[in-house]
């Protein structure tokens, strides 16, 4: 019996070994590629490509009345964003301007748009530095035709922030 025991551990044994010694050898798979080119700086300074496509009417209205705005006396720079007959301003004015006369400012603003078009029944004016970037945003991604509609939801918020002047004449 303990003949038989020391054949049966032998051939297991073997057998172990056999199947572990015939196991495949995973090695990773050679480069075949061969070294990059060598890359030589451009000496040339490239142009820059000129934009010939049309402004939009939107945007060109935008423009004319972001021009009347900072036309005001104390206005350093305006941003326009126009949705239907609404205009969305932000205003940045200069640093020197008081609290009471800022309040003044945008009622001429509000005035100088509504002269500029007709068309514009609300106008709403910001000269919170955050709403500005936002309004900024909304009106660089305009410019750069992605559609009004894309930007609902931030005019919208936007427009919840801005108390709006409404002409009730």
Sequence with gaps: MKKILVI????????????SGCSVNRKPAPNNQSPPAKITPNTQTPTPARDT??????????????????????????????????????????????????????????EKIKKADNSI????????????TRLKKVAEGIKDGKPISSFTDELAEITRR??????TE
């Design 8 to 19: 049966f551990s032998t051939l297991v044994l073997i057998f172990a070994l056999a199947l």
């Design 53 to 110: 496509t049309p402004a939009s009417p939107a945007h060109t209205q935008a423009s004319k009345l972001a021009q009347a705005a900072e036309d005001v006396d104390g206005v350093k720079a305006a941003t326009v964003v126009i949705t239907g007959s609404t205009v969305l301003v932000g205003l940045e004015t200069e640093p020197d301007i008081e609290d009471n006369k800022t309040e003044e400012i945008k009622d001429k603003v509000t």
């Design 121 to 132: 029944k609300t106008v709403s004016i910001t000269t919170d530095p955050n709403l500005i």
């Design 162 to 167: 801005i108390a709006p002047k409404t002409n």
